[in-house]
């Protein structure tokens, strides 16, 4: 009786693995790192790069093994009964590899081309990408019956590919071994008794919050908390989403100045050098990060080094990837390796344009967005009803730092991930504001997070937005319970606390979500309570602050001067009672730059007592607010007012991109 030949299956999951490891390897590496190669030049040492590279070979090769056990023995045995049928899997398993091929040729193409085409010519650059495209695939057709040997030819330097790569790592983790790094430096003794607590929420705009006049009570305990605090009514985000605003305060430099533009991009070895950590920690300041957005950690934005604790991402506890990356990210540091950011940007850049591209329109309504569709889900069997990042997980290690016994004062920064999407408070808050069961689960929010929206479907993101409030105020709740955990162990007595957060969100004028080219009040309002010391009145401030001024008066509360490179200044004579002199607030998104490029596209905006105007960099769009008589922001005064509009463009560019010309200019 004829058998199944393993011979045969050894053969053919070879050649599947010879295909898909020729189409990473040479087609998805090299194209991701070309993309990113300006970055990793800025931001990495060459050491990091290589470890990094290693990684990503095995890493890729061992993608390969997968599709080649699979595909490699089914064809073999469906082979075995019918050979037609075999037949069909390799040539199926062929056309599936040449669909990848084309598919991440034409991302990083149509990716490339937008920074060498001169910004709004988009014409020009659609015809340059179809057209290269095209000719890649008739290049490819011409060759067809070549391919096969022309893939045996390149496989014969996969193994030394791997084999350099092992050996790099190996000499790396055998250098990190044996050889110990330059000794910490001696941190002065601190003359300071005052604490500092810094509380940064991620997506809470002050558009939501009771305690700035929203119709719902979501921040009761807030509330609470700002009767013997200061609140600070017109503080505004620096930029739009996660990375760049927490780099923001942290070095107190603009997003165009410490170039994080987006949330894969990490602080520069410059940029970093003198955050706000790093100059707390050298005058004798324990400082710890309790992050639960793995975009704002401290591992992520490489300033983990001046913390002298950081906390793992507070996970729920059957979160796989959360406890591989908690796990595996320490380890990676180590060996100078930034492998999670580059390996997760790289999955998320292909994913997304994918489904911008191309799986959209073959599946129709995808049950979750491209950047959803992730195996970061696994072993989280709650992932559709519930926050992968609970606020009292955030609190509780926040409050075993606190627990830890200290010598001299201490400077805790608390990242909490909620009110970020999903919205998905515990049934102790769902349907507190909207009673009907909508958007109750992650599939059915994200049937309409995070797009643009028909003016007619308002009142569906009006649903949305009180699942948003619900989540608010579940966040509020577990923030008042931490308040007073520290009223109850004194540390409101010797401890600064101050409250905001990265960015706002918006559920309005065809956008929601956060991030994208918009720049609108809900996004960039942000909340900012400060309580100093054993206050015991509350005070509001109209003037305007912004997140870059935070640096500067915690060193200033802590009696530290703030560094040269610095752009924001300190509001701590405001918090005295004295005056401070009237700074414009920038904001912005800039998020399509490469880091060492000269910025081209983006938007940007500049708000100057009551006036806001936003510019974008690559088109002629630009806007004009009084936000006094229009916070709503709809009424545009560009033709109105075309002085002042025109004074605020010459302030953008001459303060933030000084030397590039605006848009329409001549």
């Not at 040539?91 to 709004?120: H, K, R």
């Not at 330097?157 to 000499?171: G, K, M, N, R, T």
């Not at 955050?275 to 490489?302: F, Q």
């Not at 924001?568 to 401070?580: D, I, T, V």
């Amino acid at each position: 009786m004829k058998k199944i030949s393993m011979h045969e299956i050894r053969q053919n999951s070879l050649r599947v693995f010879k295909y898909w490891s020729c189409a990473l390897l040479f087609i998805l590496l090299p194209g991701d790192f070309l993309y990113r190669i300006d970055s990793f030049l800025g931001a990495f040492t060459l050491t990091t790069i290589a470890v990094d590279t290693s990684l990503l070979v095995l890493i890729l090769s061992l993608a390969a093994v997968f599709p080649a056990l699979v595909v490699g023995p089914l064809s073999t045995v469906l082979g075995f009964f019918n050979k037609t049928l075999g037949k069909l899997v390799l040539t199926a398993n062929s056309l599936a590899v040449w669909f990848f091929v084309d598919l991440v040729f034409f991302i990083y193409l149509n990716l490339w081309s937008a920074t060498v085409v001169p910004a709004g010519q988009n014409t020009l650059r659609h015809a340059i990408v179809i057209g290269i495209f095209l000719l890649f695939n008739l290049v490819l057709a011409a060759k067809l019956k070549q391919i096969p040997s022309i893939v045996d030819g390149v496989f014969k330097a996969v193994p030394v590919f791997a084999a350099v790569s092992v050996l790099v790592l190996v000499v790396r983790f055998t250098a990190v071994s044996l050889f110990a790094g330059p000794a910490a430096p001696v941190t002065a003794p601190s003359t300071h008794k005052q604490n500092i607590i810094l509380i940064t929420f991620d997506a809470l705009s002050a558009s939501d919050m009771s305690l700035y006049g929203y119709s719902r009570d979501t921040t009761p305990n807030i509330n609470t908390f700002a009767r013997t605090a200061f609140v600070f009514d017109r503080m505004f985000s620096n930029s739009n989403h996660t990375s760049p605003s927490i780099c923001s305060i942290l070095t107190s430099n603009y997003p165009a100045q410490h170039k994080v533009y987006n949330n894969f991009m990490v602080l520069t070895e410059e940029a970093r050098r003198d955050n706000l950590s790093a100059i707390l920690k050298k005058n004798g300041y324990t400082t710890a990060a309790v992050v639960a957005n793995p975009a704002a950690h401290p591992w992520h934005n490489r300033t983990y080094a001046d913390f002298s604790y950081v906390a793992p991402v507070p996970y729920i506890s059957n979160y796989v990837s959360g406890r591989c990356y908690n796990t595996l990210t320490p380890i990676l540091l180590k060996l100078d390796s930034n492998i999670n950011n580059w390996f997760y940007s790289m999955k998320g850049v292909v994913v997304y344009y994918a489904f911008k591209y191309f799986l959209n329109y073959i599946v129709i309504d995808p049950p979750l967005p491209a950047e959803w569709h992730d195996f970061f889900m696994v072993g989280n069997k709650d992932w559709n009803t519930q926050v992968m990042n609970p606020p009292e997980k955030t609190f509780e290690e926040a409050s075993r730092f606190l627990d830890q016994k200290k010598d001299g004062p201490f400077f805790l920064w608390i990242h909490v991930f909620t009110p970020h999407a999903p919205y998905l408070p515990p049934e102790k808050f769902k349907y507190h504001f909207l009673a009907q069961k909508l958007f109750d689960t992650a599939t059915s929010q994200y049937s309409i997070y995070g797009r643009c929206y028909d003016p007619k479907d308002q009142l569906r993101i009006d649903s949305l937005r009180a699942r948003y409030d619900e989540l608010i105020l579940y966040t509020d709740n577990e923030f008042g319970r931490f308040i007073k955990k520290l009223e109850k162990d004194g540390y409101l007595e010797n401890t600064a606390v101050f409250v905001s957060a990265d960015h706002g969100e918006i559920f309005e004028k065809g956008e929601q979500s956060h991030g994208g080219d918009r720049l609108n009040q809900p996004l960039i309002h942000i909340p900012l309570v400060v309580r100093l010391p054993g206050q015991k009145n509350a005070v509001r401030i109209e003037q305007n602050v912004q997140q870059v001024d935070l640096a500067p008066t915690i060193l200033a509360a802590a009696g530290i001067p703030a560094t040269a490179n610095m752009q924001g200044k300190s509001f701590l004579e405001l918090l005295r009672g004295g005056q401070r002199q009237e700074q414009r607030v920038f904001s912005m998104n800039l998020e399509q730059n490469y880091q060492k490029a000269v910025v081209k596209l983006g938007t940007v905006s500049v708000v100057e007592g009551n006036y806001k105007y936003v510019c974008s960099l690559n088109t002629p769009k630009e806007e004009l607010y009084n936000l006094a008589r229009d916070p709503e922001e709809n009424d545009n005064l560009v033709k109105k007012d075309p002085a002042r509009a025109a004074k605020l463009k010459a302030v953008i560019f001459n303060e933030l991109f000084q030397g590039m010309a605006p848009k329409g200019s001549h």
